[in-house]
């Protein structure tokens, strides 16, 4: 009976959350409901997987407007419906098209206009898919209306934007900042009404008890409509599964591929560097990662052939099939780096390859991989309201001076005035507000690349650089199985590559070391002279004072000291005392038989330190008995990266045992 739902994705105008309108439903025994969000798609995904789990029968679309003005509700009948209201939504807001009044003819879609645009559009000839909302305050009417006799075209209409008074105000004061002017001028026009809010099942049955005919017809409606994306079904890959014809011939390319160039890597192979290549492509296919890999390296391949330099990094790199085939540069077997923190059978996700180019480079990296792929869209990612942001607005929303917002937020008491009444005010909603989502931004650098069109997952928009960006941000596209491509970008590439030009042109004789000769610069003294007294001004990553100050205490003098100095500097290891001891046991050999044995044995490059993610894969399988794949699923919970229900918990109760 709900067919026009709101969450805080409709934006400057919404006050809860996708996940709390399912909580409010299950609290009044709510068993069906549609999100229909203004112009936006955002929640829909989550919002679909969050009904499932709570055994609720989830519809969405959208609550098409022009600014708040609501023209029609548009609801998928199935995933054909969804993509046509994606593809009618973008197309939209790429050109800037305001809506027009009358709906579009949708095949997989069902229209519901407000009893109030029904007699605007003064026809009463209505599609098969369109209806009209009745609303408890059209009740009156509609026996006078020339609607009465559509009984078939007739649905209830109950909008659910708030849960309660407190949620009213927020919306007022948010409406109030998106039009950038004072709360007792907002006109009664930009705001819902206050009678928006999710009455029971029982309450409504009783208010329509004169029009049984509307409660089945909206019944029937929510039922006829049915989604289903398969959320946390590993089985389930909704990325470009297939890189060139078919998954037979794409492992054909990346086996070729790999043992072509493994001697490149390796002069001299070892047996171990001939079972972990075997291994991990044995991995890589059961896992129906080998599209990923491929076009990673189609990428890779295009920006070579533009002498674009990269660096590949990320969970990827300890995957020796990358090191061999050239997206990273970091050999795991050298430092050791686990294949299982790389891929297994606990992740269905594919290792992260961030690879990092010149800035000057990213555009044309970024458009040759949108003309290169078919379904592709840059990551969104919504920027939200902060805590003290969120007072300066409604300092002016209240019309309280500057001056005294300034002293609020430096600390100062508030003294008795007439704006410390609204000072109270706007504390109390300043906390209401602080997290809501305020615009739509894109991600920094994630691209996706999906096996059907992107419209099949969400409505698009379209930022000032022109690549087609999608409504929802990197976790909820995880969830369905949306997995993305990090091209980055730093200008510690483009001035190197500015460097070895400008060599070129001055000194065009000079013999230049290849910038991919990684061993040649790992063994320069030269280079490590730097390292040893931290003069690294200008050096990408190692340049700031704690990581000089580190590598000076350190004495770094080689590329596993830099490693590792790398590593504790980071804020887990910084903060829980492994840095200042691991120092201490570099520089005094002595201590290191401080070490617990048994840690000594199996962190022995480290002195019995745990500096590195690998170590507590190590220090897990050693002590806890877990298999190192396990073990992963214990280091992703220890960095909050565990979303699926019960994996954590399962590691915890198999180390109790």
Not at 262 to 268: D, E, I
Not at 419 to 424: G, L
Not at 491 to 512: H, M, V
Not at 586 to 604: G, T
């Amino acid at each position: 009976m709900y067919l026009n739902c709101h969450s805080y994705f409709s934006l400057r105008y919404g006050t809860f959350s996708e996940a709390d309108l399912i909580e409010l439903a299950k609290g009044n025994g709510v068993t069906q409901l549609a999100l229909t969000d203004i112009n936006s798609t955002s929640a829909c995904l989550n919002f679909l997987k969050l009904s499932q789990e709570e055994n609720i029968h989830g519809v969405v679309g959208v609550d098409v407007r022009n600014g708040v003005d609501q023209l029609y509700i548009l609801l998928a009948k199935n995933n054909d419906g969804y993509l046509e209201i994606n593809e009618f939504i973008s197309h939209h807001l790429h050109n800037k098209i305001p809506f027009s009044n009358e709906a579009p003819i949708l095949k997989g879609v069902f229209c519901i206009y407000s009893f109030e645009k029904a007699m605007e559009l003064k026809t009463y000839d209505f599609k098969q898919n369109e209806f009209i909302g009745i609303s408890i305050k059209d009740l009156n009417k509609l026996p006078f209306s020339p609607f009465a006799e559509l009984k078939d075209k007739l649905v209830i209409l109950q909008t659910v934007t708030f849960r309660n008074q407190s949620d009213f105000n927020a919306h007022r004061l948010l409406r109030t900042i998106d039009l950038n002017t004072l709360l007792s001028k907002l006109p009664l026009s930009e705001q819902a009404s206050k009678q928006d809010v999710l009455l029971a099942p029982e309450l409504l049955r009783i208010k329509y008890q004169e029009y049984p005919e509307l409660l089945f017809n909206t019944d029937k409606l929510l039922k006829s409509c049915k989604i289903n994306f398969y959320f946390n079904d590993h089985r389930v890959n909704q990325n470009q599964i297939i890189y060139g014809t078919d998954k037979v011939s794409d492992y054909k390319i990346l086996e070729e591929l790999c043992y072509s160039k493994l001697k490149k890597r390796y002069k001299n192979p070892s047996l171990e560097v001939y079972e972990r290549v075997e291994k991990e492509l044995a991995a890589i296919k059961q896992m129906d990662f080998v599209s990923y890999f491929l076009i990673n390296n189609d990428i890779l391949e295009y920006a070579r052939s533009k002498d674009y330099p990269y660096i590949g990094r990320g969970s990827g790199a300890n995957s020796v099939v990358a090191y061999i085939i050239g997206i990273t540069n970091v050999d795991p077997i050298e430092l050791d780096l686990y294949f299982e923190r790389f891929i297994n059978v606990y992740r269905s996700s594919p290792p992260d390859f961030d690879i990092d180019f010149s800035w000057k480079d990213r555009d044309d990296i970024t458009e040759y991989i949108f003309k290169r792929f078919k379904n592709t869209a840059l990551m969104g990612t919504y920027v939200t309201f902060q805590y003290r942001a969120v007072i300066r607005e409604l300092g002016k929303v209240f019309g309280v001076p500057k001056m005294e917002i300034d002293n609020y937020l430096k600390g100062y008491k508030v003294k008795k005035s007439s704006s410390s009444d609204y000072i109270k005010l706007i504390e109390k909603y300043a906390h209401y507000i602080h997290g809501f989502p305020n615009y739509l931004s894109v991600h920094s650098g994630g691209i996706i690349i999906t096996q059907k069109p992107i419209s099949y997952y969400t409505t698009t928009f379209m930022p000032p650089k022109g690549f087609q960006t999608v409504q929802f941000d990197m976790n909820i596209a995880e969830e369905v199985g949306i997995f993305k491509f990090d091209i980055l970008a730093q200008r510690g590439l483009s001035k190197i590559k500015d460097t070895i030009e400008l060599i070129n042109i001055n000194q065009p004789d000079a013999q230049l070391v290849d910038i991919e000769d990684i061993d040649t610069f790992k063994n320069d003294e030269e280079i490590n002279k730097l390292l040893n007294t931290g003069d690294c001004m200008g050096v990408f990553y190692v340049e700031s004072p704690a990581m000089r100050t580190l590598m000076t205490k350190l004495q770094t003098n080689d590329y596993l000291n830099l490693v590792a100095a790398s590593s504790i500097i980071r804020p887990g290891v910084s903060n829980g005392g492994m840095k200042n001891e691991f120092v201490l046991r570099h520089r005094i050999p002595e201590k290191r038989k401080e070490a617990h044995p048994v840690m000594l044995e199996v962190l022995h490059d480290t002195y019995g330190v745990m500096v590195y993610q690998e170590d507590v894969l190590k220090v897990a399988h050693k002590f806890a008995g877990l298999s190192l794949a396990e073990a992963d699923i214990l280091r992703r919970g220890m960095r909050g990266k565990v979303k699926s229900k019960g994996q954590f918990e399962q590691i915890e109760k198999k180390i109790h045992q």
